[in-house]
Each structure stands twice: as structure tokens, then as C-alpha cells.
């Protein structure tokens, strides 16, 4: 997804996390959600091998160390028990069991261990009760690899991402605006929060630079972040979106 400036276009994804430890290596004032290290490594259980295959492929592709694809429950366990994986992408339907109660029983011997659902349509409900048992993550099949990368990073970041066409429903309608603009906002870095209230101000990219002495390409990269992360596609946009939601206000109270 490429947007009209010719760059990443913002990822359709509402991170809607609980409060997590960070991963090793991670960067806190790091532009944007990292790409997973090669010493991270991923598990894909999925009963469609051909799909799990090309995943794992595409993944490897960007880097990634990706243990070998199972297919089932008892071998996600097995598996997760023997290679202690950073990262689990798991299939919700499996043939044979529910892929809801194979990743509680993963959180439950491994808590360290991040799993994501992963599933051929996106379902509030289903993604609401995978988000309950505590995964970190609910994302579709037919999120592009790119994307889905960006979504990875931000889940070993310790966020948690659902689609963001399912992040309203899935919260079932019990979380108030507010609270979901809060969760938004706790994802920018504290430097982030000062790039995005100098935005506000109407400062100019190298007026930025001048003020926080760095670089025209540390404050692009800032700049990039925070669209990332308010999930819109211009600094125009993200002006409008922290003014309408008084984002600011919330900033510096």
C-alpha cells in the first residue's frame, strides 16, 4: 500500500493494546513500529498449507526466522513447548479444536509468548473474545505482507492490533470514545507527542528540526510515525485529528 507521497500508506489498523513489556532490542523512540528481528522467531500453525507456505516464504523474504508450519493444535503446543517462539500466528479454525482454546493454553504455559489470531474473515465477536483471553493480536488473511509485517512489529512492540474496520465491534460497544482515543494516543512516544503538538502549532518540518536539534530526516521519520499511529495519511489529517479530539489537550495535561 503506497500512498500519493509514494510512501508506506498508513496501515488500516487500530492498535487497541494492553500495557506490555517492550520486546528486546526495541527502540522507544524508534520511527514507527520496528521490523522483527532475525533472532525473533515465528511460529504459523494453519491447516492450509499451501497458504501457511507462502506465508512463511513471504516472511523469510523480510527477514524473519520462521520455524516450520503445523497444522494442528497438539503440534502448536508441542512445537511452542520446544522452540519457544516470540511470535505465534495462529489459525482460529482448525479442523480439530478451536484455535481460541490452543492459544489460551499457549498464554498459559508460555506467558512470555505473543499470539495472534489469525483468520479468513474478520469477526468482531470472535475477535473481541480472542482480545479478551488475552492474544495480543486479530488480523485477516488477506492483509497484504507488508502490512502485516508493520503489524507484527507492533505486536513485539507490545501493542496489541486488531483491523481497524473491527476494532468498534469488537469492543462491543462498551468502550467510550474517549477511551478509545486514549489508547491511541499512549502508542506515540514521548517525542512523537512533541512533533505532533508542533504540527498543531503549524511549525514547518525544518522549524521542528531547528527546535528539538535533530535532522530534517529524524523529524520525516517522526512525522511518519505519528501518521502510522493516528491511522491517517497526511500531516493535515493528523492536525485535524488531534484538534477534533483535543489530543493536544490530552498531551500536555
Known amino acids: 500500500m503506497i500512498d500519493q507521497r509514494g510512501e508506506p500508506a498508513a496501515p488500516d489498523l487500530a492498535h487497541v493494546g494492553r500495557p506490555l513489556v517492550p520486546a528486546p532490542n526495541a527502540e522507544p523512540d524508534a520511527a514507527g513500529s520496528r521490523i522483527p528481528q532475525s533472532g525473533e522467531r515465528l511460529l504459523i500453525v494453519d491447516c492450509h498449507v499451501l497458504f501457511a507456505d507462502l506465508l512463511r516464504f513471504s516472511l523469510e523474504t523480510f527477514g524473519m526466522t520462521v520455524l516450520p508450519v503445523v497444522t494442528s493444535g497438539d503440534d502448536a503446543l508441542d512445537a511452542v513447548d520446544h522452540h519457544l517462539p516470540s511470535l505465534v500466528l495462529l489459525e482460529i479454525d482448525l479442523p480439530t479444536t478451536s484455535g481460541l482454546s490452543v492459544g489460551k493454553s499457549i498464554l498459559e504455559r508460555h506467558p512470555q509468548a505473543k499470539v495472534v ?33 508493520t503489524a507484527l512489529g507492533a505486536v513485539l512492540d507490545g501493542q496489541v492490533v486488531i483491523p481497524r474496520a473491527l476494532a468498534g465491534p469488537a469492543s462491543g460497544g462498551k468502550w467510550p470514545e474517549d477511551r478509545h482515543m486514549h489508547l491511541i494516543v499512549d502508542q ?66
Not at 118 to 146: C, N, Q
Not at 210 to 236: E, G, N, P
Open 117 to 149: 489470531a489469525l483468520s479468513d474473515a474478520g469477526d468482531p465477536r470472535t475477535a473481541r473474545e480472542a482480545i479478551e483471553m488475552g492474544f495480543h493480536g486479530y488480523l485477516t488473511k488477506d492483509m497484504p505482507v507488508g502490512q502485516l509485517m
Open 188 to 253: 506515540l512516544t514521548a517525542r512523537e507527542r512533541e512533533v505532533l503538538a508542533m504540527l498543531v502549532e503549524g511549525a514547518s518540518s525544518q522549524e521542528i528540526a531547528r527546535r528539538l536539534f535533530v535532522s530534517l530526516h529524524t523529524v520525516r521519520s517522526h512525522v511518519q510515525s505519528v501518521l502510522t499511529k493516528l491511522q491517517v495519511h497526511s500531516r493535515l489529517e493528523a492536525v485535524a485529528f488531534a484538534v477534533q479530539h483535543e489530543i493536544i489537550e490530552s498531551l500536555t495535561a
